[in-house]
């Protein structure tokens, strides 16, 4: 794999072979732990089970964990001209986790983003609706360099009602705002006081507040059982986010 | 701020500046949101309590928050001869995020390395027991760099039971001792199920579990009062890991 350069092909051939991917929903944090893996896992089930065509990317290298959630463990993408993602629950699914395996070598940060731009070269996504991107947490070299390697993305930020995590996240925002990103929505994890619908009157840094999403035991039980999760109360507070990011387009 | 070469006296003025702290334990995590940054601070408070000097350096760059646990935002570090932690209840104080400030611009990986590098460099401990370290979480080219630069230091690991957090902490652990690094033990925080005393018959790759800690809702409201989080049943159950990690020292 070779290092980036200014005349790296791979940014022209990553953006044709997502032409014909509508949307790119990357779903970020500032902090890790806040949820952000299965709040993407569980958008793109919700939109698999609405008969949508969706994507699932898992690029957090630091933990990539989607492929447990979705019980996709001994799933491997196929080559053909290319990689083909496997579909698990009707979601076309790659990971990184494909890429790092069960090495004990501790990855560089060149390393990783070579692997991720490589992997993006070569992913056929062919014709999806929405690709949902399940990021690294923090806004690293990795963040900056996939805010380059994917132009269109819009982002969603996932925080918790936490004193700890909310400075950190707000930190995040801003600084995806300060490149230019757009941040669509901010979801709000593990909140011990949801109850109903988000006061959209709340916003974070001009983000508005498209979820709360309550701290339910069930999830951690349904973890590898797609059908458990989209039962959870966690995954029907979801469902109206879903909704709001990705209306029905109109023919 | 230049950069780090073969030529660099830093690592060299790294080991004097620690030459009078006995013992460095950086608590270390595969993924964020276990609660490190809790475990460290409250640690360091065990240890102030009962008269040990202990220093605490906040490392986590990804979210720095132990000045937020300590209720410490409002203190700074002084000039004299280098940089003086402040004192935080009977805690020596630094983090990174006097450095960081509240930049927008995001920091690259060689940036973030040589204001750590930095900072061991220029900051005065003194004559301390124990120095607990924050660790950024993950194995990534910080957590690398600080191996080198901290040859002493012992780890801890700490993980929580979801079953998305505990391959991430294993593949930490197996990183952490590839590397030759001591992993002293390992605590399982966020633990519903705790009730008393850990089974230390369970190992994590022949790492001893060293403690459980509840999840404790008053954690979070105790955050930024020092007297308020040595009160909370974490506290309390993280007690017994102060004292087998830092056990009195026979004169």
């Known amino acids: ?19 014909n991917v509508r949307r790119i929903i990357a779903v970020s944090s500032g902090k890790g732990g806040v949820g952000k893996s299965l709040i993407s896992s569980t958008l793109a089930l919700i939109g698999a089970s609405r008969g949508h065509r969706v994507g699932l990317f898992d690029l957090d290298f630091t933990g990539p964990s989607a492929h447990v959630i979705l019980g996709a463990e001994t799933l491997y993408p196929e080559e053909e001209y290319g990689i083909v993602p496997p579909v698990v629950s009707g979601i076309r699914f790659m990971s990184i986790v494909h890429y790092l395996g069960d090495a004990v070598a501790p990855f560089r940060g060149t390393d990783i983003t070579n692997a991720v731009t490589e992997l993006l070269a070569i992913t056929r996504w062919d014709s999806i609706d929405t690709l949902f991107i399940d990021m690294p947490p923090g806004i690293g070299d990795m963040t900056l360099d996939l805010i380059r390697l994917l132009p269109r993305a819009e982002y969603v930020a996932v925080t918790t009602p ?6 950190v996240v707000r930190r995040a925002v ?3 705002r300060e490149q230019d990103v757009p941040v669509i929505g901010l979801v709000v994890n593990l909140d011990r006081k949801s109850d109903s619908a988000p006061d959209t009157r709340v916003s974070f840094d001009g983000v508005p507040v498209i979820g709360r999403l309550p701290y339910d035991e ?9 059908d458990g999760i989209t039962r959870t109360r966690f995954a029907y507070a979801l469902t109206p986010v879903y909704e709001r990011l990705c209306p029905p387009v109109q023919a």
């Open 1 to 19: 794999m070779s290092s980036g350069t200014a005349g790296d092909p791979r940014p022209a051939v990553i953006a044709r072979r997502l032409a």
């Open 174 to 176: 801003t600084l995806l």
């Open 162 to 167: 936490s004193r700890l995590a909310e400075p």
């Open 218 to 226: 069930e999830v951690e039980r349904a973890i590898g059982v797609v």
